[in-house]
Structures are given as structure tokens and as C-alpha cells.
């Protein structure tokens, strides 16, 4: 079967060598087997997006010689598929109306002695949850007045567990791996400002895209749980994954921004060469000085 894969930065800032490390192993892969290599822009953050960022990755890419097949895919264009899916899920009762917000869920963990946490941190108390025993539940658990105050809508993770059972997923290092989405809670699946979130809007487009390996950072491993559960209960198929490690400063911090990172913006005005660059990131050997670059 012919390899895809696909790069799906945020546009959110300017690329830097964390995702210019992400896209060419990424390309590396697709290319060096004759497979496809797809690029797909996740604007779904209307309050982080930046049309100008957008604009800028395809620059970047351009400029390390990352090329990428048919059209740039954006996901803020997709709304109608996500909400489809949304829909499914709540047709079925495995989705619920959160009302939440932010400060209500921290205090309430606050309060709690023993709230549990998760890989992203203190886990959703389960608040807006409709109980088991609930009549309107599956089905639309809440009356549709309610509907017209901001709401996200959450996954009923237990129920979703209940129902899909034990599944694995595969990753080309870590071999095979049982899901335990459970650990993240009710994730949010369509986000206050959002008819999506994340989780359900990566699983779709990966599906919808055809994407059979995907390369991303390893910050992403403990999430794929959450989209392998998505995918047996929309039915969609699991593709390989590849999750690498995050390239780090000297000091051992992550490279971002914030940690004095240079963009690749930077690092092009700076006259870097990019196949050089290229090169060294391939190699795993981290640029010395380019780190400082734009401190
Ligand atoms: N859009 C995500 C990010 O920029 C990456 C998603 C993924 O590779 O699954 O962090």
C-alpha cells in the first residue's frame, strides 16, 4: 500500500525547528518509499489563528525543499464534517452538553481531595455528565432550550469505552500499544468558539485524507489514545504512527519559542542554508548556534 503522510502544523506562530524536523521526517518517509506527502493547516483555534502564519508555512516548507501533494487542506473549510461526526456521536449518547467554564472546572477540582489527573493534568470532574440512569440518556441528554447558553460538547468516555472495548494501536518504535483513553476524561470534542476540537478534528481528517502513517512529536503519544477511540466509534480505519523525539536546546528545554528558538523565518534572514539545515535535522545533529540565533 502507498505510504501518505502529512505535516498539520497550527498556525498559531512561525514554524521553528521542532516542526521543520516534524515535516521533513514526515516527507522523508512518504518520499523515499514513492508514497504522498500532504500538508493540512488546523485553523480550527479561531482566538490563536493568524492568516499571515498560514501563509508562512507554506513559505518555510518551501524554502527547506518540502514539497507537498494536491491542495493545502484547511480544517477551518471541514466545519460541516466535524459537526457531522459531532452528531453521530450524539445520536448515540456518547456526547453531552458541557456548560463549564474554565474557572467553575478549576475550582470544583480545587475542592475535590482526590481529583483525578490524567496526561494533560487534573481530569474533567464529569460535572455536565448526564448519570447513567438518566432518561434523556443516550439520546439528547439535555432540553434544547439549554442549548442556546455557550456549551462544549464532551465524550462520555466510559460509555465510549463501554462500548468499543480493548483497542490497540501501532507505533513504528514503541510497537504495539493498548489504549486507555479513559485516563483523559470527558475530552472535549466541540469546543465553546469551535464546532470541533483537536482530538475529533485530526481523526477525521487523517481518515478523510487517507493518511496510513502519521509522523508527529511525542507529545502527542498519550492523545492517540483518544483519537484511536474515536476512530472505532466512527468507524474510521487506524493508520501507523510514528511519534518522535522532541528536539530539545542545549539546556534541555524544548524547543519553542519561548525558549529562544529561532524560527525558521529567522533563520532564513539570518542566511541560513537550507539544505544544510535540512541535512543536520535529518542527521539528528542539531545546529550549533542556531539555537542563539534569535535570542
Ligand atoms: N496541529 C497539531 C500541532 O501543531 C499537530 C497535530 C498532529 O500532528 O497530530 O501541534
Known amino acids: 500500500m502507498?505510504?501518505?503522510t502529512r505535516f498539520a502544523p497550527s498556525p498559531t506562530g512561525r514554524l521553528h525547528l521542532g516542526h521543520a524536523y516534524s515535516a521533513l521526517r514526515a516527507h522523508r518517509l512518504a518520499r523515499g518509499s514513492g508514497g504522498a506527502f500532504l500538508l493540512r493547516i488546523e485553523d480550527i483555534d479561531p482566538g490563536r489563528?493568524?492568516?499571515?502564519?498560514a501563509a508562512g508555512i507554506e513559505e518555510d516548507l518551501a524554502w527547506l525543499g518540502i514539497d507537498?501533494?494536491?491542495?493545502?487542506?484547511?480544517?477551518?473549510?471541514?466545519?460541516?464534517?466535524?459537526?457531522?461526526?459531532?452528531e453521530r456521536l450524539r445520536e448515540r449518547g456518547l456526547v453531552y452538553p458541557c456548560f463549564c467554564t474554565r474557572s467553575g472546572i478549576a475550582a470544583e477540582i480545587a475542592r475535590s481531595a482526590a481529583a483525578p489527573h490524567g496526561p494533560e493534568g487534573a481530569v474533567y470532574p464529569g460535572t455536565c455528565r448526564p448519570a447513567p440512569s438518566a432518561p434523556s440518556h443516550p439520546g439528547f441528554p439535555r432540553p434544547d432550550p439549554?442549548?442556546?447558553?455557550?456549551?462544549?460538547?464532551?465524550?462520555d468516555v466510559r460509555r465510549a469505552v463501554e462500548l468499543a472495548g480493548t483497542l490497540a494501536w501501532t507505533d513504528a518504535t514503541a510497537g504495539e500499544i493498548?489504549?486507555?483513553?479513559?485516563?483523559f476524561g470527558d475530552v472535549v470534542l466541540a469546543r465553546k468558539d469551535a464546532?470541533?476540537?483537536y482530538h475529533l478534528a485530526v481523526t477525521i481528517d487523517d481518515a478523510a485524507q487517507g493518511v496510513t502513517d502519521v509522523v508527529r512529536g511525542r507529545d502527542l503519544f498519550a492523545a492517540?489514545?483518544?483519537?484511536?477511540?474515536?476512530?472505532?466509534?466512527?468507524?474510521l480505519p487506524v493508520p501507523r504512527y510514528h511519534h518522535h523525539e522532541l528536539l530539545t536546546a542545549p539546556d534541555g528545554r524544548r524547543l519553542a519559542k519561548r525558549s529562544g528558538a529561532p524560527s525558521l523565518l529567522d533563520l532564513r534572514l539570518a542566511g541560513a542554508d537550507p539544505e544544510k539545515l535540512r541535512d543536520e535535522l535529518l542527521g539528528e545533529r542539531l545546529p550549533a548556534g542556531y539555537l542563539t540565533a534569535a535570542s
Request: hydrophobic share 40%.
Open 146 to 155: 439549554d442549548l442556546v447558553r455557550p456549551h462544549a460538547w464532551r465524550l
Open 195 to 197: 464546532p470541533t476540537s
Open 178 to 183: 493498548i489504549a486507555h483513553p479513559e485516563r
Open 2 to 4: 502507498k505510504i501518505v
Open 224 to 235: 492517540t489514545d483518544v483519537h484511536r477511540l474515536l476512530q472505532a466509534l466512527l468507524g
Open 49 to 53: 489563528t493568524r492568516e499571515e502564519h
Open 68 to 86: 507537498w501533494d494536491g491542495p493545502v487542506v484547511r480544517q477551518s473549510e471541514r466545519l460541516h464534517l466535524y459537526r457531522a461526526a459531532l
